[in-house]
């Protein structure tokens, strides 16, 4: 994998790209080791649209955001491939270039909110500063405008909020300041990389919804970072599903959901929580662990989890390739839905194998995810 480079704008034939990254790699040189969190990987955000980008914790989620945006700057650091936003080119572009890119371009919400807000300036300051440096407002222009945004992300008495300290304020809330600074200078493409994970599910649900809520009023696209497929399942338009620094599956969040072909897929799909099953259900695991970034296996990435491998996924990294539908990717040699993939699993059933046994009782049982 990573060798042949496949866009699935040129293949979809839409001309609405905002963004598009192509073979970007992102490596981190630690001691004699390479860390390739992000390795190949190409994708398209269209103008107004929102992508998902979903997988587990250490997938690379954070690297690939960070290196789009052009924020991850270090010495042991090596990033190639393309980054091109409207038309320009960011990878090796300036400082003083993606200076006047962030926040009136692009922007990013983080996962936690008290690491990305100053404890010690009063909440107001941190909402006007950007547009007194973007969009050089008056302070009292610049104010009027932060009472607007604080009313627009829904915090009750904004003029009281201003004169708050971070710390004086709920985890809800202080995410709600974030994605008001993020909005303020009116960023056609927003990042939010897992903007709830430090909140409880309720407040999860609220921010998560005032996001959509934004992105479709502002006509901004977004790219919405997760380890919960569910959480993207209603929340996106397309979805690239990441694993070991590659993208492994990608496609329209109907097509993925109603014909998912990644066994990793799948099982992030049966890892989802169902509200509608009793509290106490647990959330079924995905069996082992993601491989060390340093030392990847030769063959397939999720082999030595993966309920339907065989020896030709331990020898061969698959490459990322469309199905009958162009714009859907996906990178296995025994996909799910597949009559070579189902004899794959019957092979592992026999041979004992936990992932396999798991999988075949989740497909009859639940008959869902293929
Ligand atoms: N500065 C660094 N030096 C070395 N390795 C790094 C560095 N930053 C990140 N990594 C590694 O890159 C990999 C991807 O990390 P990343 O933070 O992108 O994962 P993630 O998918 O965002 O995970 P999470 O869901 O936990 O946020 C991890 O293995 C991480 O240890
Ligand atoms: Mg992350």
């Given at each position: ?11 979809s ?7 598009t ?50 924020i ?40 936690d ?40 992300v ?17 985890g ?6 974030c ?71 990608q ?95 019957e ?23 293929r």
């Open positions: 994998m990573g060798v042949e480079v496949l866009s699935t704008d040129a293949m034939g839409a001309s609405d790209a905002l963004l990254v192509t073979d970007l790699r992102t490596h981190f040189h630690v001691g004699e080791h390479v860390v390739k969190a992000v390795d190949g990987v190409s994708l398209t955000v269209h103008k107004g649209k929102t992508l998902g980008i979903v997988g587990e914790s250490g997938s690379g989620k954070t690297v690939l955001s960070r290196s789009i945006m052009g991850n700057t270090a010495p042991n650091i090596e990033t190639s491939g393309s980054v091109t936003y409207n038309g320009t080119e960011l990878v090796g572009s300036s400082r003083s270039t993606m200076r006047k890119l962030w926040g009136a371009e692009m922007s990013m919400v983080f996962q909110p008290m690491t990305s807000l100053n404890p010690v300036v009063k909440v107001g300051r941190q909402v006007t500063e950007h547009l007194r440096s973007h969009q050089g407002v008056s302070k009292s222009e610049a104010r009027q405008a932060a009472i607007e945004l604080l009313k627009w829904r915090i009750p008495e904004p003029e009281k909020r201003l004169e708050n300290y971070p710390h004086q304020m709920s809800g809330m202080r995410q709600r300041v994605i008001a600074i993020a909005l303020a200078c009116g960023p056609k493409l927003l990042f939010a990389d897992e903007p709830t994970t430090a909140l409880d599910v309720t407040v999860q649900h609220q921010i998560l919804n005032l996001l959509s809520q934004q992105q479709r009023e502002r006509d901004m696209a977004m790219v919405l970072v997760t380890h919960d497929l569910g959480v993207v399942a209603t929340r996106t338009d397309e979805i690239a599903v990441m694993y070991a620094g590659r993208v492994v599956e496609a329209s969040t109907s097509t993925l959901f109603d014909d998912m072909r990644h066994p990793y897929t799948q099982s992030l799909f049966w890892s989802i929580p169902k509200t509608s099953e009793p509290k106490h259900t647990r959330l079924s695991a995905i069996v082992g662990r993601p491989p060390n970034l340093a030392a990847l296996p030769p063959g397939c990435s999720f082999a030595a989890r993966c309920p339907y491998a065989q020896d030709v996924c331990r020898e061969q990294a698959p490459e990322l390739q469309p199905t009958e539908d162009p714009s859907h990717l996906f990178a296995c040699h025994l996909p799910v839905g597949s009559d070579e993939g189902r004899r794959a699993l092979v592992n059933v026999q041979l004992g194998l936990p992932q396999a046994k798991s999988a075949a009782l989740r497909a009859t049982v639940a008959g869902g995810g």
